[in-house]
C-alpha cells in the first residue's frame, strides 16, 4: 500500500466551466470572463500548484519502485507560492488590466500549505518538471482549444 497525498493540482482535464474548483481554474476563469478577480481571503496565503503532468509522472514512478512500498508521500512541488505571485502570474500570461479585490475568507479556509517532497526525491528521485509559469502557459493555451461552451 501507499498513500498519495495530493496538493493543488491542475491542468488540462480540469473544467473551466466549474467555477468552485481548483484556485488557478477560478481565478484565470474570473481574469478571461471579466476585469476583476474576487479572492475570497488574504492575498498572502500560499499553496503549492503542481501541474497535472508532474503528478502522473509521480504516480507512475512510485508505482513501478521497489523502494517505495508502505509509505505516504506528499504529492507538490515543494515549493509555496503566495495567492498575489499567483495572480501576477496570470494577468501577465494574459496581459490584460485586472482589477484585484480581496474579500472575507471562506470559514475553515487556512493561512497556507505546501508539500515536504523530502521523501519522495529520495525514494524516486522526483522534482517537478513543470514549473508554474509554464504550467498556467500550457493549461491557457489548452482551455482555449476545448470544445466546452465557455465564456472568454
Do not use: H
Amino acid at each position: 500500500w501507499n498513500i498519495l497525498r495530493m496538493f493543488n493540482i491542475y491542468g488540462p482535464g480540469q473544467d473551466p466551466a466549474n467555477t468552485s474548483l481548483g484556485m488557478i481554474n477560478i481565478f484565470l476563469t474570473m481574469a478571461l470572463n471579466s476585469n476583476l478577480i474576487e479572492v475570497k481571503g488574504s492575498l498572502n496565503r500560499f499553496r503549492d500548484f503542481i501541474y497535472i503532468d508532474d503528478v502522473a509522472s509521480a504516480w507512475f514512478k512510485i508505482v513501478l519502485s521497489n523502494k517505495t512500498k508502505n509509505k505516504i508521500y506528499n504529492i507538490g512541488t515543494g515549493k509555496k507560492t503566495s495567492i498575489k505571485e499567483l495572480l501576477n502570474l496570470i494577468l501577465n500570461l494574459l496581459r490584460k488590466k485586472i482589477t484585484i479585490k480581496e474579500s472575507k475568507g471562506t470559514p475553515g479556509d487556512f493561512m497556507g500549505c505546501y508539500a515536504n517532497i523530502d521523501r519522495l526525491k529520495k525514494d524516486i528521485g522526483f522534482s517537478s518538471k513543470v514549473n508554474l509559469k509554464k504550467g498556467l502557459k500550457l493549461f491557457y493555451d489548452w482551455s482555449k482549444e476545448i470544445r466546452w461552451n465557455i465564456k472568454y
